[in-house]
T-cell receptor, first 110, second 115 residues
Framework: RKEVEQDPGPFNVPEGATVAFNCTYS??????FFWYRQDCRKEPKLLMS???SGNEDGRFTAQLNRASQYISLLIRDSKLSDSATYLC???????????FGKGTSLLVTP | GAGVSQSPSNKVTEKGKDVELRCDPI?????LYWYRQSLGQGLEFLIY????????KSGLPSDRFSAERTGGSVSTLTIQRTQQEDSAVYLC?????????????FGEGSRLTVL
């Protein structure tokens, strides 16, 4: 079983829609969590960190539920430019590896 | 630019040949990671370097894979006796401190095709 599991999608949504992605992590020792964005045939880039208290960055909101070991990303008022693959990332307290999920593909259509 | 630089961007090789992939991290970044991404797969951790500490090699898939980082800067990933299943995009990333910093800056990757 992979350490980080995500629904691969694709999620096809119209512009202006709200869309939510979830991911689950298996290692209860994981302490740090992130969402990365990867455009087609490009390198991943950090979108935002995820905190237990939840955090918001413009149209993006990330939540962490430690009890259920899942992380969510909410995108409001979707833009065409939001089309990408969103990678959920967890890091255990020991070691240095950031464990990436396979990603959830989002396509925002006009 | 001052981003992570990787070379070659594309490499086609024959099964059984050795390949070397190079990564030049962002100046001043002490942590350097190698990941690989196969088609339809997530990023698979390979190896981590932090300063002068011993590297974390726990992700290397076999003893055909090795990596070094010279002078705390440039890193080379070597794959010996390549196999077709080694075909993937090899991504290098660096971060300022490693650990829980979280923000990894990735290079554009080296796409390896083994025929």
């Amino acid at each position: 079983r992979k350490e980080v599991e995500q629904d691969p999608g694709p999620f096809n949504v119209p512009e202006g829609a709200t869309v939510a992605f979830n991911c689950t992590y298996s290692n209860s020792a994981s302490q740090s969590f992130f969402w990365y964005r990867q455009d087609c045939r490009k390198e991943p880039k950090l979108l935002m960190s995820v905190y237990s208290s939840g955090n918001e960055d413009g149209r993006f909101t990330a939540q962490l539920n430690r009890a259920s070991q899942y992380i969510s990303l909410l995108i409001r008022d979707s833009k065409l430019s939001d089309s990408a693959t969103y990678l959920c990332v967890a890091k255990a307290n020991s070691g240095y590896a950031l464990n990436f999920g396979k990603g959830t593909s989002l396509l925002v259509t006009p | 630019g001052a981003g992570v630089s990787q070379s070659p961007s594309n490499k086609v090789t024959e099964k059984g040949k050795d390949v070397e992939l190079r990564c030049d991290p962002i100046s001043g970044h002490t942590a350097l990671y190698w990941y690989r991404q196969s088609l339809g797969q997530g990023l698979e951790f390979l190896i981590y370097f932090q300063g002068n500490s011993a590297p974390d090699k726990s992700g290397l898939p076999s003893d055909r894979f090795s990596a070094e980082r010279t002078g705390g800067s440039v890193s080379t990933l070597t794959i010996q006796r390549t196999q077709q299943e080694d075909s993937a995009v090899y991504l290098c990333a660096s971060s300022l401190y490693g650990g829980d910093a979280g923000e990894l800056f990735f290079g554009e990757g080296s796409r390896l095709t083994v025929l």
